[in-house]
């Protein structure tokens, strides 16, 4: 494409910083033609381009063949997104709800307009993992994705590892600009369910409605469980995994413990990390900022880059192959609750550790995910539950054998 026209919606964080970052760059012929924002009292920096209030300012601009939608409201983010499409104008988004919900609804207006959708900023921010799942691993069987998408939940369970409180660490989230405006998307595991819907579409070629895939975020994690991680060695981490089997693909979000050979171990933060698993590459990790105003913007600025060679996602792993998701398998999990009774109504398969003392007590074993599904557990204040990843639980199975202990009453 020749020149890009660029009408930009939202000048907040990641809008602001698209604005500087296009501004220093003069590589590209692209230049924002319009921007807008929703609230005309706020004081803002001067801009070169005017700040409008008025979404049809761009939408209805024939001259302006670009949308970069950086808005912070995924419903009026997909009036915009849908009436730029039907225009005939590009669109790149950093918005992962709205991709998330009504992706395949986007691609299809996408496709009958000609035109391109590009989202690259909407997935572990500065991490370009949606392209190397288009590209990289076009050809190479992927057998797992998994990782940590959610800057902010990182960031409080690094300062939770280091004794800072919880709603501290989420105030300094937030004033650092890379927490949601409603938390609870980001310490409920919704903001990286999102994301885990999106990966699913390019890494295994299938829709799935978010509302299908569970999410147990942090926000019941008490301080017995952190103490529990540090004692066995390991970190608390938020993943969203993705993995295939000939059963089908598992999907979920959940706090899980890493052991510190786990490549994700170490990615503190608001760091993000993508582990992806394919047939001959084997494993591959990506690693960079999940969030902030410049490193998002990067994305962004990607995307804008790739319109000046008209590229477009292909989805080439949606075939008609039938693979979906499965929900009949089995997880290595801790849950714990201030009492042993609260704990006794959830069915394990198997129970390897129980612990019990007065105002905290816990469970380990084999559980299968349809009974965790059972629970909404971001509403059981009480309960919390983490995954152990293959290898923490085979760590803990040599520690305990070591130390000779299964059932402990303090
Ligand atoms: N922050 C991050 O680190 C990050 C990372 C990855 C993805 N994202 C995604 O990027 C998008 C933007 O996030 P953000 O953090 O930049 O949000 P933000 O700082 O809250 O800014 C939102 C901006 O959107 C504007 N806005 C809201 N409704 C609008 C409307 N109807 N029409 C025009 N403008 C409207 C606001 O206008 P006013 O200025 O007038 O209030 C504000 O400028 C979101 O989809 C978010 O999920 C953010």
Known sequence: MSHLKIGLFGFGCV?????QVLNQNNQLNAKIQKIVAKDPTKSREKTSVPILYDASEIVNDTEINVVVEL????????????????????????????????????????????VS????????????????????????????????VNGTTNYILTKANQGISYSEALLEAQKKGFAEADPTLDVDGFDPKFKLTILLKHAFGISVSPSNLLNIGIRNLKPQDIQYANEKGFRIKLFASASKD??????????????SSHSAYHVDDEFNAVVVQAAYADKQLFYGKGAGSFPTASAVLSDISALQFNYRYEYRKTTPELLSLTTDFELYVYISATTKESLDHIEFE????LYVSKGFSYKIGKIRFNEIQK??????????????????????????????????YN
Do not use: C, M
């Open 15 to 19: 809008g602001s910083g698209l604005y």
């Open 71 to 114: 808005i912070n409201d995924s419903n009026e983010a997909y009036e915009i997104v849908k009436e730029s499409l039907k225009k005939g104008k590009h669109v790149v988004t950093a918005n992962k709800k709205l991709i998330a919900e009504r992706l395949d609804e986007l691609i299809q207006l996408a496709n009958e307009n000609n």
């Open 117 to 148: 959708l590009l989202y690259e900023g909407a997935v572990a921010g500065s991490i370009p993992i949606i392209r190397n799942l288009e590209e990289y691993y076009n050809n190479d069987t992927l057998t797992s994705i998994e990782g940590i």
């Open 246 to 259: 000939e059963h089908g693909i598992t999907a979920f979000v959940a706090p899980h413990f890493i052991e």
């Open 350 to 353: 198997e129970i390897d550790d």
């Open 375 to 408: 629970i909404n557990w971001n509403d059981q204040e009480d309960l919390s539950l983490l995954i152990f990843s293959e290898s923490s639980n085979r760590i803990l199975k040599e520690s305990d054998k070591a130390n000779s202990y299964n059932f402990h």
